[in-house]
């Protein structure tokens, strides 16, 4: 019975903590707030925990040990099914951010409170959340790239890194969920566009990505070139 007590405390102060991570950011989260919204007291989060640093890592490790495997196991299955054929690049993103966008509807996995945690915290990193995150992802980020890689032969290599990087943020920034909208409120655009719904979110966020991939390539000028509109 003590044993069931433990998980039940332990994941009350995780799910507490990600809600709190996710409305207040690492920095403006207090380990008081989170025992107090956990109901329990800060002798159990050191002894699960250790530490505030230590129960951010376990926050995210316990979704994104999932969403890691589901990712592999997507991208696994694509490719037997292609034969040794390179993947389309349409398959290649979603496997990637569509497996992660689809979590919103999964409550049992953070649903949307984790989404915008990671959002949140990719688009305003502590550098020890940074170093962790890149640990995590390590694996995956390698297979992923060098799928796009054959899917894109003829795209330079270090165009996909740069395009795969502006996906990331394009990706944090509309999961956050940090009302951007509000910046061009001017805008007019009917009401219904305008509310924060996942089921328009995923479609338009996937399409934009898409053609951020497939955009025509940039022409840079040459080494020591001057350009004549300057004078």
Sequence with gaps: MSEVRNIDTRERILDAAERLFMAHGYEGTSMRQITGDAAVNLAAVNYHFGSKESLMQEVFRRRLDWLNEERLRVLDEMERAAAGKPLKPSQIVDGFFGTLLRLADDDQRGGIVFLRLLGRTHTEPSEFIRTFLADEYAGVMERYQQ?????????????????????????????????????????????????????????????????????????????????????
């Design 147 to 231: 799928a796009l890689f054959r899917a894109l032969p003829d795209v330079p290599r270090a165009e996909i890194v740069w395009r795969f990087h502006f996906m990331l943020g394009a990706t944090s920034y509309a999961i956050a969920g940090t009302d951007a909208l509000r910046l061009v409120a001017d805008w007019k655009i009917e009401e219904a566009d305008t509310v924060d719904r996942n089921d328009r979110l995923v479609p338009r966020l996937m399409s934009f990505l898409l053609g951020g991939l497939r955009a025509p390539l940039p022409q840079f000028k040459a080494a020591g070139a001057t350009d004549s509109r300057a004078a």
